[in-house]
Structures are given as C-alpha cells and as structure tokens.
C-alpha cells in the first residue's frame, strides 16, 4: 500500500482511526489544560494572597510537580487512582480491580503538571501589574470583585497569554505520554498502525505532521488572543 493509501478514509486505510485519535489527542491535552487553569489560577493566589499554610501549599505543589517527571506523573496517577477507585467498589461490596478509565487519568494527571507552570505564570503576570492602577481602583470605591473584573483580570490575562501558550503547546506534547495507559490517542493509534502495517517510519511521521499542525494552529491561536487582548495598549518603540 503507498503512502496515500495509509492514509485514506477508505477500507483499507487509516486515516479515519488517525482522525479520530488526533481528535481524543486534543480532547484530553483541552481538559488537562483547562483543569490546570483551575488549579493554577487557585495556586497562584494561594502564593501571593494566601495565608501562611496556603502559601506553603502552594509553593510544595508547584515544586513537586514541576520537578518530577511527567510520565511518573501519569503513572502514580492512573494506578492511585485506579487503587482508590477499586478500595471505594470494595467498601461497598464490589469485589475485583476496577480501573480508572485512561481518559480521566491522563487528563487529571496533565492538569495537575499543567496548573503547576501556570500558577508561575499566573504569578509572574500579577506581580506585572501597575500598583497605581489597582490603588486607583481602590480609592474610588471599586469592591474587590469589580476591581478584579475590570482592572486585574483583563491585564493579568494580557500579561500571562504568553506564557498560558507555551504551557498548553506543552500540554498538547505531555498527551502522546498517555499512551501508556492504553488510550488510543494519536501516538498509541499509530502504534497501533505501524505493527499492523509493518509501516512505522510512515506512520510516525504522519503523527508527527499531525501533532506539527494542531501545534502550528494552536500558535496562530493564541497571536490572534494576544492581538485582541492587547487593543488599545500603546506599543512600545522598537
């Protein structure tokens, strides 16, 4: 078969399984990521307006996860969390291993990595802030949540956009790991592929193609998001 005709959505070809895998590639690298928005929004403010223990917290949560490697990640992930899944069927009368399905421990386990680099993100692009400006907000009588609709949270997105980028193009690259939970993204699908066709330089770099267009797309994104955040900002002269 040449190359066209592994990738066809014919009977014989692969491209309808590739498709559909690079789709569950996106589903699980968007949710991993959304849920680390959620915790690193959380640990972000844990650090800068948190107590003592938060602060604590915080700090322990972003070292651990940021120092260890993603792939121990998914894996005391997937099988905790399997354990603790079981222990829970167990108590109440469900014997047997009962295993966490591999979509929600690789989604979990990418957004606890990924809420790690965007609470620095998110920290870093708040410390950015004009105190001025949040002082003026104060002193005219602005509520805390208004003063965070209007004044900070528009600016900390600008500021942190960047940054929010490259940790979701990281995100995209941490969801080929999940493979070894037997999720067929696209990196396992393609697995898959290659030891059916005995094809797998061709297949590998399909995936790779792939992942360089959603990769690509993704950036072309985010300019654009830069872009609309940034009107009326004066630019600085270059």
Avoid at 124 to 152: N, P, W, Y
Wanted: proline share 3%; glycine share 14%.
């Amino acid at each position: 078969m040449d190359f066209l005709g592994l990738v066809s959505f014919g009977p014989e070809g692969w491209g309808l399984s590739l498709l559909f895998a690079s789709l569950v590639t996106i589903a699980v690298a968007t949710c991993g990521f959304l849920l680390g928005v959620v915790l690193g929004g959380f640990a972000a403010w844990a650090n800068l307006a948190g107590g003592t223990v938060l602060r604590v917290s915080a700090d322990t949560y972003t070292t651990i996860f940021r120092g260890i490697p993603d792939l121990l990640v998914i894996y005391l992930f997937y099988f905790g969390g399997s354990l603790l899944v079981t222990s829970t069927f167990d108590a109440v009368g469900h014997a047997g291993f009962v295993g966490l399905h591999p979509f929600v421990a690789g989604a979990g386990a990418i957004g606890i990595v990924s809420g790690a680099y965007q609470a620095e993100v998110f920290r870093g692009a708040f410390r950015a802030l004009s105190r001025g400006e949040i002082e003026a907000g104060k002193s005219v009588g602005m509520g805390r949540l208004l003063l965070f609709r209007r004044i900070i949270a528009p600016q900390v997105l600008q500021y942190a956009l960047p940054g929010v980028g490259n940790v979701w193009q990281m995100t995209l690259k941490e969801s080929a790991l999940i493979s070894v939970t037997g999720l067929v993204e696209l990196l396992r699908q393609s697995q898959i592929a290659a030891g059916s066709t005995r094809k797998p330089f061709e297949f590998y770099l399909i995936a790779g193609a792939i992942f360089l267009f959603i990769t690509w797309l993704s950036q072309r994104i985010f300019e654009r998001l830069e872009k609309y955040t940034s009107r009326g900002v004066p630019q600085e002269a270059s």
